[in-house]
């Protein structure tokens, strides 16, 4: 949605969408206005309690299968296995998602984890388009004045042009761009705690090759997935920036995170979005 500022005030019930890399303060910020009668819609929430709760299950029981005392427990029916991912731990998502390369450590086959970003992908487009569900039921059904929706990193990268028109309808678009240090520390993050990730099937194509052939490798069950990893996100960072930044002009609005630092309560929350508005990008 575009407004001027009046019109932005007078918005009744505020519905936001962030948008940005994992780590620019989306999450943080959702939770802070959760405090303030702000529904906290997480897209990574919803896409593992609901688009991909079964695969990631099937994922934990293969695992488990494993081990003897495990399999025959789950075989004879004696224990189950449950998901406990909450919206303070989303670690079964990004454990599902999985990481390219050598098997010995952890690694997966080429076509396994293009199976699983793949899946990872349909589930994130499904969880976008039910937002304006979501911000119904946050107003009828909980009560909750505003909603907030606090979208995944790879939403730049879904190629689902419905997802763009459902967002812009239901709500402001902001994305949090990340300033030149801000960017420095989330590549040091990275390389410090290497986790999964969501690429865009052809930008994974291409960056693949260019790593193989750089690294000598023959075969992609030679990659240490975790090397891969910090050598991917530097480049996936820059990918994704003009994404978004063209995604904001179109949609919504952008605030630096230096800007986002600022903000220690709702009431500075909305004073930027107003600052945001006036600037009209």
Not at 63 to 68: G, I, N, S, T
Not at 96 to 123: T, V
Not at 153 to 175: A, E
Not at 257 to 262: Q, R, S
């Amino acid at each position: 949605m575009k407004f001027n500022v009046e019109e932005f005030r007078s918005w009744e019930h505020k519905c936001i969408t962030l948008l940005g890399m994992s780590g620019v303060g989306k999450t943080h910020l959702a939770l802070m206005l959760r405090e303030h009668n702000w529904f906290h819609y997480s897209g990574d929430y919803r896409i593992g309690t609901r688009y991909l709760d079964e695969p990631i299950l099937d994922n934990i029981k293969q695992q488990a299968m494993q081990v003897p005392f495990l399999k025959e427990l789950l075989r004879s029916d004696s224990i189950y296995i449950a998901n406990n991912i909450s919206v303070d731990n989303l670690k079964p998502v990004s454990s599902f998602l999985g990481k390219l390369g050598d098997p010995a450590q952890g690694g997966l086959s080429f076509k396994e984890f293009k199976r699983r970003q793949e899946l990872h992908r349909l589930a994130e487009i499904a969880a976008m388009k039910d937002v304006p569900e979501f911000i119904l039921k946050a107003k009828e059904l909980y009560g909750y004045q505003h909603f907030v929706n606090d979208a995944g990193g790879s939403i730049c990268d879904l190629d689902d042009p419905q997802v763009s028109r459902v967002l812009k309808q239901h709500t402001l678009i902001l994305y949090i761009k990340a300033s030149e240090q801000d960017e420095k520390s989330l590549i040091r993050r990275a390389e410090n705690c290497p986790k999964p990730l969501y690429y865009q099937e052809s930008f994974l194509d291409r960056q693949l090759d260019i790593y193989m052939k750089k690294k000598n490798l023959p075969f992609v069950a030679m990659i240490d997935p975790d090397e891969f990893v910090r050598w991917m996100f530097p480049k996936l960072l820059h990918s994704r920036q003009p994404l978004y930044q063209a995604f904001a002009e179109e949609y919504g609005y952008t605030v630096t995170t230096d800007e986002l630092a600022t903000v220690r309560e709702e009431a500075d929350f909305v004073r930027l979005l107003e600052q945001a508005v006036a600037r009209g990008s």
